[in-house]
């Protein structure tokens, strides 16, 4: 691999690193915010793990498409992703609580059911994300297939950093807004950097 590619791969890990990073901030929040509506219980785990596997799951299918059919546009796309993650994980804290107040007499599978709904659109946006990004550097770098391999490693490292450090440092420092709020910087810095460093210029 070329001096140039592996600088291009090495901010990509770190790009990825941070995003698998925010995203674990929001699961462990927002699954620390259900347990005031379900109970700390199964049901507030089991409905947090589904929606994150589901929303990304389908985001990551629709991804590579996205980028296949907007190959030019592909940077733009993937920083107003970003930004729309940051901008929702604002707003999050204060629309779990308040749906979980609108619907405080409501059955449990009802109130399951719009909270899973109202957690899709984040968790399909974040799996937009990495295919988004490695469909754009796919014309970049040599040998993509272990490259993304090296990307997704960092983005699980992140994630696994990101869950230990919201549980163990995040939560004894800051309150639950405040934690993740810290997410939603992420992906805003994110999105700038991104946008900053290649978004207008596509030949690397």
Known sequence: MRPKQQVLLSNLAAIFFISGFSALIYQVSWQRLLFTGFGVDLTSITLIIS???MGLGIGAFFGGRIADKFPNNIILIFCMVEMLIGIFGLASYHLILSLQSV???ASLPLLAVFTF???LLPTFLMGLTLPLLTGYFNQFIDNIGQS???LYFYNTLGAAIGALATGFILFNYLTLSQAIQVAAVFNMMIASTIFILYGRNHAL
């Open 51 to 53: 929606v994150f596997m």
């Open 103 to 105: 619907l405080a007499h």
């Open 148 to 150: 993304i391999g090296t």
């Open 117 to 119: 709904f109202l957690l």
